[in-house]
């Protein structure tokens, strides 16, 4: 395409000089007129009546007549071409009016403005063209537009401008047009059909408008929109949709076979409050690097020799929340491929990352789901792989589960379970029990644990069942305050009931739940205070795994658990941790032996060792022990040969109704009486 560059659109554009074209026609005509009247007067003259011809009167008369006739005709034709001359000077001076503003528009318009011509010449351009695209006047007379438009974008501008020259145009375009530095524009173009004489299009009226900011403007809020902002990966909304589509290939080509990838940091929420919200940035900043050049170069690896499937992209590697991250990695033959991607993605988080010039060391459980075994949505597939990445986390962190669905009922039911808590919390389901904490050398009821129950219309339900699911809930909470208070309560009327020296006292259990609340210490002292409980006969009891989680924080909760002046033991222990020297820095007076040593001791001679061993060392740290779980009488008799002080157990008594403690309280009263004349405790406790 070249381009004619007419006058009237040249480069240069000179306002028609329209006094200088009038006055030389004023010249013209006014010396046609002048000549012409010249001419009348002329004639006129000849038709005076003091003017006669010679010879024939009468011819001389009608001649006269003749000329008069002409000489007015004349001078109407005269009149009429003044009149025509004036009528055109103002259309002319109105048309120049219209070009002038017209130059004034177009000039300083800040769209750009184009005409081109039938064959898409250019035939005028609008000064911002130099502005918005860099080229001047002259460098565009010397190009075509059309080669400048991006070559992925020259079939619709052709598209858009043929229809133009036929429905007079109107149709608004959006394309990429090159600047004079290299860089591509967005431009915004309506057309306008400019009709001939002959009713056909003579070209186009372009008006074009740089969007190209706007369009990067949008680009980068669509970018938010499906992007985290911390790590810039994919959001959850563009995962699902990506996995959405895998799903689609899967269900229309059997041999596509996907794997979704749940991977939740272990502990993260430790480093984030221990290091800081900043470091805790930048940990996850650094975690979604590593796994991004992970997931790459899996691609390679889970493709292996067959590159020719490659029919639904690479991995996608999204941050759906917090320290979650998923993958969708697509083309793996087998659950296996999805396993042994995980093990190398865990290896790769298992290198140390420095935070803060520390070193810190992670570890992730992941949850895979494979294509197939699943549903056919989205959200389905992404909770799926949650569920499985849970039950990662309970079997002890580290670890990748692949999703079956037993998984899905179990979580199903876990979710009914969670609704049920709730209501009987409501409904006032939950019972306390109480368990006997005997003495081992006279057999004498010291005190007692509290121990809920669930009474459900269909039957009771032990702990075991919903203590744990209570806990992650943090149903636990109110449910404990309530059974502190009713504990204090019973405790406070048995000791009246049944005074000793020293009274009665009462164990309360303590959830990982409420050992993390900040205020636990003021929370247990309002109940204390509210019930008149004099806290030196209130034991709270801490699991193993609880105390030495979080060994400094542990110290410090301890510490004002200790201050209230209650008694604090470490319960289960031997489950755990099980470090004697670091249980020398927690205040505790008491070591409950788990009831799994206790049921092991008098068959196993290692853990009848490993009893008498604990026993020792918690006497050497001054601790007490209660031995959990005795059933038999030889159990109870090693570990009064060993000098355990306290037990607990079937033996002596399963956990009770309060109303039942009362009796046993009678019992042993009236047994106490019996021991002085020779009979045994034990058997006096209702089994
Ligand atoms: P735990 O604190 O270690 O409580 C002792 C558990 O051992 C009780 O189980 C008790 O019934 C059981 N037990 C006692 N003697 C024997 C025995 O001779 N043989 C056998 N096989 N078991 C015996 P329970 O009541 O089912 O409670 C289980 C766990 O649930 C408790 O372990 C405690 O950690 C937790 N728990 C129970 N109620 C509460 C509560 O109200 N709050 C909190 N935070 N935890 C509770
Ligand atoms: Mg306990
Ligand atoms: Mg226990």
Aim: charged fraction near 25%; aromatic fraction near 8%.
């Amino acid at each position: 395409m070249t381009d004619h560059s007419q006058p009237g659109f040249s480069a240069h554009h000179t306002p028609i000089p329209i006094r200088q074209v009038e006055g030389r026609e004023w010249w013209l005509w006014g010396f046609a007129v002048a000549v012409t009247l010249v001419l009348t007067c002329g004639i006129l003259s000849l038709t005076f009546p003091g003017f006669h011809l010679p010879g024939d009167d009468f011819r001389s008369q009608t001649l006269k007549e003749w000329v008069r006739g002409l000489a007015a005709l004349v001078l109407l034709f005269d009149i009429y071409t003044v009149y025509q001359h004036l009528q055109l000077q103002r259309i002319r001076r109105r048309l120049a009016e219209r070009e002038r503003l017209f130059h004034l528009i177009t000039e300083n318009a800040a769209d750009m403005i184009a005409v081109v011509d039938r064959q898409g010449n250019r035939l005028y351009n609008s000064p911002a063209y130099k502005k918005i695209l860099g080229y001047n006047l002259e460098e565009l007379a010397s190009t075509s537009s059309f080669e400048q438009v991006h070559p992925d974008d020259r079939a619709r501008v052709l598209q858009v401008a043929q229809k133009a020259y036929f429905t007079s145009g109107g149709e608004s375009l959006e394309y990429r047009i090159r600047h004079k530095d290299g860089s591509w524009r967005v431009l915004e173009s309506t057309s306008s059909a400019i009709p001939g004489p002959n009713g056909k299009a003579d070209g186009l009226v372009i008006v074009s408008r740089d969007i190209t900011e706007r369009k990067r403007a949008e680009a980068l809020l669509d970018h938010r929109a499906f992007h985290d902002g911390l790590t810039n990966l994919p959001n959850r909304a563009l995962f699902l949709d990506r996995l959405q589509r895998a799903i689609a290939v899967s269900q229309r080509h059997r041999e596509f076979k996907f794997g979704v990838l749940f991977i939740d940091i272990d502990k993260f929420k430790v480093f984030n409050d221990s290091l800081g919200h900043a470091a805790g940035d930048d940990l996850l900043i650094q975690i979604a690097r590593r796994l991004t050049t992970c997931i790459r170069s899996a691609d390679t690896f889970a493709r292996g020799t067959d590159n020719s499937q490659s029919t639904a992209g690479d991995n996608t590697l999204a941050r759906p929340g917090g320290d979650e991250f998923v993958v969708l990695a697509p083309e793996l033959r087998d659950p296996s491929d999805a396993i042994r991607m995980s093990e190398r993605l865990q290896q790769r988080l298992a290198i140390p990352f420095a935070v803060k010039g520390c070193e810190i060391v992670i570890t992730a459980s992941i949850g895979i789901v494979f294509s197939g075994s699943s549903s056919a949505d989205a959200e389905d597939v992404l909770r799926d792989a949650e569920i499985a990445m849970y039950r990662a986390k309970h079997a002890g962190k580290a670890r990748c589960e692949v999703f079956d669905n037993a998984m899905q009922a179990d979580a199903v039911k876990r979710l009914q379970l969670e609704t049920d808590l709730r209501k009987a919390l409501e409904y006032d389901e939950f019972r306390v029990h109480y368990q006997p904490l005997v003495s081992l050398q006279d057999t004498r009821i010291v005190g007692f644990e509290a121990l809920t129950r669930w009474q459900r219309p269909q039957g009771i339900v032990m702990p075991g069942e919903f203590i744990s699911v209570a806990d992650e809930t943090g149903l636990i909470l109110p449910m404990n305050r309530q059974l502190l208070r009713e504990a204090c309560q019973q405790i406070r009327r048995w000791q009246s009931l049944f005074p000793s020296d020293p009274p009665l006292y009462m164990s309360v259990n303590v959830t990982a739940k409420q050992f993390a609340q900040p205020d636990l210490d003021s929370q247990i002292k309002e109940i204390l205070e509210q019930t008149g409980m004099d806290p030196s006969w209130v034991d709270l009891e801490i699991t193993e795994n609880i105390a030495m989680g979080d060994a400094e924080r542990s110290a410090i909760v301890l510490s004002e658990l200790k201050a209230l002046g209650v008694r604090l033991s470490i319960d289960d222990f031997g489950t755990g941790y099980s470090s004697l020297s670091r249980l020398q820095r927690f205040p505790v007076d008491t070591l409950k032996i788990d009831r799994s040593f206790i049921a092991g001791m008098d068959s196993d001679p290692e853990t009848h060792e490993i009893v008498r061993i604990i026993v020792i060392l918690a006497h050497n740290l001054g601790l007490k022990v209660v031995a959990e779980g005795i059933e038999n009488r030889e159990q109870m008799e090693m570990l009064k040969h060993f000098g355990c002080e306290l037990g607990q157990g079937y033996l002596f008594s399963r956990p009770v109704a309060a109303d039942m403690v009362v009796q046993l309280l009678a019992s042993q009263h009236a047994a106490r009486e019996g021991l002085d004349q020779g009979s045994t405790v034990p058997h006096s406790f209702p089994r």
